[in-house]
């Protein structure tokens, strides 16, 4: 049975302590009074609650003071605070002590009812993600079968029933929307489970090297053919050949792989012998390949061979919903690895990671969170621990004017800085967690004069030779 969300009201005056009460009873919360900050902690102490909802006007104890008390204590409650002050200062000082929202009085009922909802939603979604095995937030994959919105729900319903069958699957996403993660899953779910999952980069493989790769060749076949080389699809007999960006593959490619779904064989190079392969094929692209194939740039038959069942991923801006559940499992993954954990984010951090497009999709998101991680200085992950991008798109400019120290280039030049302090000074780490190369690196270390050692650290952040 499912119990009710247990809502803690705290607010000094009966009447308004009544009337939340009876509103949140009516809409099905348990709810429990205090009538000051000083009995909200003993209760906080003494029993678990799914939300807070407070005063900001109490003595001896103030709202924001049992918001600094709490977020210390029990940073996974949710706490919205009421104010007869709906300023921004006040609002903005709340957020940043990590108030999950506000509610401005006159208490308008329809609103408190909706706010406390999602407060509660949020509450079990932390609890949720930090509850799965440690093993599944580890895993690197699992972040593909995450996600509550509609089209991602479609999404996992198609994966189970494509899994039990050997039919060919064509997924078609944008990059970072985790083409190859749902291959996988769909290959760990089907009886070829146990069998390998070979995964090649069409892109990447030259139009030289592609028979070679995938068919293999006999010893003494061509100059430096040594040995006997089994090919990729040799590889893959039994279990799962997964070709990404198929639509990178050129024509002679594209023909070539078009003979092997036909004749479910291959021949290694310098060999008139037929070996017989046994894959189950899945392809992926970040183009349409029917517009490929409009252009004159794909073989139409092949797209039929790989194109039974058609797999589209949606972009991360188009299921927002999902942003703050795959949030949470990222930082459950990389928010323990500090010495001082990070355990949650600010309300403004939310905000802000929830109005940002995310063009690089669910990979991007994962760097963002991994980055933010490496330069919080706190448990509460804040907002200027996010880059300038994703910071230009929160719609608050009061609070972006309130948190940002000066301008956007200040705070880029600071988070090098601190990227740079918290990874020792080690600049292929830093790179990577900024998402630049090492050029780009050493060229910001010029433009923001970060050219010689601080006083702080014992490293020479323009040291040419990456040492």
């Given at each position: 049975m499912t119990h009710p969300a247990s809502i803690l009201v705290v607010d000094d005056d009966q009447r308004n302590r009544e009337m939340l009460t009876e509103a949140l009873s009516h809409a099905g919360f348990a709810v429990e009074v205090a009538c000051d900050g000083v009995e909200a902690l003993s209760k906080a102490n003494?029993?678990?609650?799914?939300?807070?909802?407070?005063?900001?006007?109490?003595?001896?104890?103030?709202?924001?003071?049992?918001?600094?008390?709490?977020?210390?204590?029990?940073?996974?409650?949710?706490?919205?605070?009421?104010?007869?002050?709906?300023?921004?200062?006040?609002?903005?000082?709340?957020?940043?002590?990590?108030?999950y929202n506000y509610i401005t009085k006159p208490v308008n009922l329809d609103e408190l009812v909706f706010t406390m909802t999602r407060a509660v939603e949020y509450r079990r979604l932390i609890e949720d993600t930090h509850m799965r095995p440690r093993a599944f937030r580890e895993r690197p994959r699992a972040a593909a079968l995450i996600g509550q919105s509609k089209k991602m729900v479609e999404v996992f319903k198609l994966v189970g029933r494509v899994s039990r069958s050997r039919t060919a699957v064509l997924i078609q996403g944008e990059s970072g929307t985790g083409k190859e993660l749902i291959a996988r899953a769909i290959h760990d779910n089907s009886p070829r489970a146990a069998h390998r999952f070979v995964a090649v980069n069409c892109s990447a493989i030259p139009d030289s090297l592609l028979e070679s790769e995938f068919f293999g060749h006999i010893k003494g076949s061509f100059?430096?053919?040594?040995?006997?080389?089994?090919?990729?699809?040799?590889?893959?007999?039994?279990?799962?050949?997964?070709?990404?960006?198929?639509?990178?593959?050129?024509?002679?490619?594209?023909?070539?792989?078009?003979?092997?779904?036909?004749?479910?064989?291959?021949?290694?190079?310098?060999?008139?012998?037929?070996?017989?392969?046994?894959?189950?094929?899945?392809?992926?692209?970040r183009r349409t390949l029917a517009d490929l194939v409009t252009a004159g740039r794909f073989r139409e038959d092949l797209l039929y061979r790989l194109n039974t069942v058609m797999l589209l991923l949606p972009p991360l801006r188009e299921r927002p919903e999902d942003i703050p559940v795959l949030a949470e499992f990222f930082l459950a993954r990389y928010g323990d690895q500090k010495e001082v954990p990070v355990t949650s984010f600010s309300t403004a951090a939310r905000r802000a990671l929830a109005e940002y497009a995310w063009p690089g999709n669910v990979r991007e998101l994962e760097h963002v969170v991994e980055r933010a991680v490496a330069l919080a200085s706190h448990a509460i992950l804040a907002l200027e621990d996010l880059p300038p991008e994703v910071l230009q798109s929160t719609g608050s400019a009061a609070e972006r004017a309130e948190i940002l120290p000066g301008t956007l280039k200040a705070l880029q030049r600071d988070q090098v800085l601190k990227m740079l302090e918290?990874?020792?000074?080690?600049?292929?780490?830093?790179?990577?967690?900024?998402?630049?190369?090492?050029?780009?690196?050493?060229?910001?270390?010029?433009?923001?004069?970060?050219?010689?050692?601080?006083?702080?650290?014992?490293?020479?952040?323009?040291?040419?030779?990456?040492?």
């Open positions: 003494e029993a678990t609650y799914d939300a807070v909802l407070s005063d900001v006007r109490m003595t001896p104890l103030s709202g924001l003071d049992l918001l600094d008390f709490l977020r210390k204590s029990m940073p996974e409650i949710p706490i919205v605070l009421l104010t007869a002050f709906g300023s921004v200062d006040t609002a903005i000082q709340a957020m940043k002590q990590g108030a100059t430096g053919a040594h040995l006997l080389r089994r090919g990729l699809l040799e590889e893959a007999s039994g279990g799962t050949f997964f070709l990404d960006e198929v639509g990178d593959l050129s024509s002679a490619g594209q023909a070539k792989l078009l003979r092997v779904l036909q004749e479910g064989e291959i021949r290694r190079i310098g060999s008139n012998e037929a070996v017989q392969v046994d894959v189950r094929i899945i392809a992926a692209s918290s990874t020792q000074g080690n600049k292929e780490r830093t790179a990577r967690l900024l998402g630049i190369s090492r050029r780009t690196l050493y060229r910001l270390l010029d433009r923001y004069g970060l050219g010689k050692p601080r006083l702080t650290t014992n490293v020479d952040v323009a040291d040419p030779t990456g040492s």
